[in-house]
T-cell receptor, first 115, second 111 residues
């Protein structure tokens, strides 16, 4: 079984400042890693994913994440945030060995952008 | 191309009532999923399906049932609603098993 820990439930950041949202996972098997964003009263939208290859993954809206296998981390970063980035961000993992048993999510990090 | 649609958007149920949450996708995806999201928590998998006629339990299946008679539809049935089922329910679908597209959600309150 796998689990996901998002260490910060809320992250306040000033507009145009950089941000990092932390995600650690534990799993006894190889996994795929994802970041989703949820804007207020909406469904989840995929920001980026790591399946294999380069450990630095670029996603939509200027976000990127780095997979670190030794530290079992997949932190999300953006060099300069905007008010429109205010949302809930979820890290998720999935077993990479095939099958369709769904995603395991962290509890989410609320990114609050201050003007 | 509407993607994943869910109805209703909101519903209030009394304890013991039953209802069906509808989910439809028009992307011809084989995989479909139901999740629930409770405040301050991530999403938890209720049931999933890998194709028409095939369903399986996720992490929190108790109190729910599903069916998958067509590729497009994956309804979630609540029998004997309980306050613990107050949540936001999301349906998702995917072509492969790892890139899931989510619907807008159904907000359910059981009182």
């Amino acid at each position: 079984a796998q689990s996901v820990t998002q260490l910060d439930s809320q992250v306040p950041v000033f507009e145009e400042a950089p941000v990092e949202l932390r995600c650690n996972y534990s799993s006894s098997v190889s996994v795929y890693l994802f970041w989703y964003v949820q804007y207020p009263n909406q469904g989840l939208q995929l920001l980026l994913k790591y399946l294999s290859g380069s450990t630095l993954v670029k996603g939509i809206n200027g976000f990127e994440a780095e997979f670190n296998k030794s530290q079992t981390s997949f932190h999300l970063r953006k060099p300069s945030v905007h008010i429109s980035d205010t949302a809930e961000y979820f890290c998720a993992v999935m077993y990479s060995g095939g099958g369709a048993d769904g995603l395991t999510f962290g509890k989410g990090t609320h990114l609050i952008i201050q003007p | 191309n509407a993607g994943v649609t869910q109805t209703p958007k909101f519903r209030i149920l009394k304890i013991g009532q039953s209802m069906t949450l509808q989910c439809t996708q028009d992307m011809n995806h084989n995989y479909m999923y139901w999740y629930r999201q409770d405040p301050g928590m991530g999403l938890k998998l209720i049931y999933y399906s890998v194709g028409a006629g095939i369903t399986d339990k996720g992490e929190v299946p108790n109190g729910y049932n599903v069916s998958r008679s067509t590729t497009e539809d994956f309804p979630l049935r609540l029998e004997l609603a309980a306050p613990s089922q107050t949540s936001v329910y999301f349906c998702a679908s995917s072509f492969t098993s790892y890139e899931q597209y989510f619907g807008p959600g159904t907000r359910l309150t059981v009182t």
